[in-house]
């Protein structure tokens, strides 16, 4: 299998699965949430910057909601990020191929995906604490949760958009080119 071949079959199953997650009605899905939680909004989706503004969304949550967000975070949460790995790291060990670029600028470069799976795994970790020790308040963990989770989106944004510069860039530098040429 070619390797264009399997970043594309590798971006379909990410999709696939990101799409089913967030719009499709199923144990652990966000919908499913939404409706255990009377409207909750996930920890990790908008975090919240204090403990006790994380307490009271686990309390406005209600038991069902709770229950909810843990079945979500030891099933679904798995899923999800192992579902775009193999995704991201094609996608820039790809973009990645071409250039002439130091080994450890290539190695940083390509850890951004692993980078961002680790960091949603460690924050599905501080939620599920909080939500099994719940009522009993973890505030040093409820401190460092939103600092996790922004983290983690800054490596998901970087593992996706840099190889999408690169592969911008040489789009560009490729139309350059061709025009530099028929001139």
Known sequence: MTQRRTLVLAFVWAFLVVFSVHFVDFQ???PRFRAASRGGVLLDVSPAFTADTIYKRLSDY???GRQSHSRRNVTVDLILPLSLLPFLFLLIFNALASLQI???LRALLLSFS???VFLDFAENAAVLALLVRYPERMDLVAMI????????RVASLLALFVPL???GFRFLRGKFQT???SV
Not at 145 to 152: A, D, F, I, Q
């Open 114 to 116: 692993f980078a961002y």
């Open 102 to 104: 130091n080994r450890l």
């Open 145 to 152: 949760l939103p600092y996790v989770t922004l983290v983690k």
């Open 165 to 167: 510069a690169i592969f």
């Open 62 to 64: 209600g038991e069902e």
């Open 179 to 181: 025009l530099r040429v």
């Open 28 to 30: 652990g899905s966000v």
